[in-house]
């Protein structure tokens, strides 16, 4: 188990590393060329230029000018791929199991359609957060999100809409964020902030609105604090596209498959206790497995007890069920093997009966073969009778006395004293 957490966190460090090299790239060539929406067509370019600061800026007939990177990227993600799979396969379907706030499958194609929905159609302009954005607004964020999600329970269970609404803000406030990582190259490299739109999926309009939003004192008191807050943090908590209770998910089914307790009654400690043992715990949050996990309050003991001692009495059933079916596929096995040897004593009785019906046949055969023998030995007795009545002084008595010599053919008469008349006849 060590050496799989040691995996885990391994994966983690890399995964932190891999992020912060894109963070770093971002803007200086990873994003590829980006203009305008609204300057893009020939009509309203007209020239371009390079920049000192290694920006190419191009002037559209309005005087607004756009900044673009000489490196073209992967482009802007407009939901192509998750239309094309929509339409082969049909939509995908999302469902949170109790307790938890990720799908339980297609994590990361819901994790790609929320932040293309944020970028693409959520307001901007005098807008903070999520909830603020007004319900016509919303309305089209969800129409768009459920052109490709079947969401399980989305009309029916209020917990899904407040998770899906979580996730919504969460992707909002850090699209915000990343608008607001982007004005700062801009201040840095000393460029008019509002010229210049660095984003390709962002129109002027609604980067003006984000200036707009970035430039307000609050926020600025906002963002100062949580920079001081940031730095503080013992970990950073960076795992890329893959969220943390993924990869919990995953080393959690290698330590089950690898460390089973060694007696039944015996269970060893769960992965949520000895996190929340070494990492500790704060109100409303699990250190170390991100927002991905329900955190139980107080007031929520009660209905978790309710559903806790559900899922023990389900559990209990599905072990009844279990070794139900575990007693009838012995008791099948049994009766099978029995058929079996019956099936076999059957076969042999099968075989000593067609045995003995040859030997009948056999023996049938050897009686006609004998009838036929003493049919003919009959007849040629009758015929011996009949030649020797015309020898004088024979007498039908006497031929008890007449025996057959040796040689085929040959009688020879004889009484009770020897021979008195013999003689050899043919037959």
Partial sequence: MDLLSDEFLLSLSRSHALCKCRALSRFSGSRGATQDRDSSSPLNSATAGHSD????????????????????????AKGYKLDREVKKHGKYKIMFAPGERIPMKNESEFSDGLSIVIKTNAEIHGVNRWRDVPMENKEVCYARLFQWFDIEGWSTDERVSMIVDSRLQTVYTRWRNTLHMEYKKLVNKGISLREVCPREDLSMT???????FIEDEKFQKKSRINSRNRKKKPFDHTSGKTTMLTRYRRMEKMVAAQNQPVNEDEEPPSEDAIIESNLGRRSGYIKGMGHGVEVVRGRQFSSYSVVNAELKEKLSQLETAQDKIVNLTDAYEEQSKTLKEQSKTLEETLMKLDDQKKETEACKEQNKTYSQQIDSLQCQMAKMQEFLQKFPGFHPSTFSGTAISGDCGKVGVVDGDGPRNSQSLEI
Avoid: H, L, P
Wanted: hydrophobic share 25%.
């Fill in 53 to 76: 600061n290694g920006i190419e800026t191009s002037f559209s007939q309005n005087g607004t000018r756009s900044a673009t990177n000489s490196r073209k990227g992967r482009g802007v």
């Fill in 206 to 212: 609604k980067w003006q609105a984000a200036c707009d």
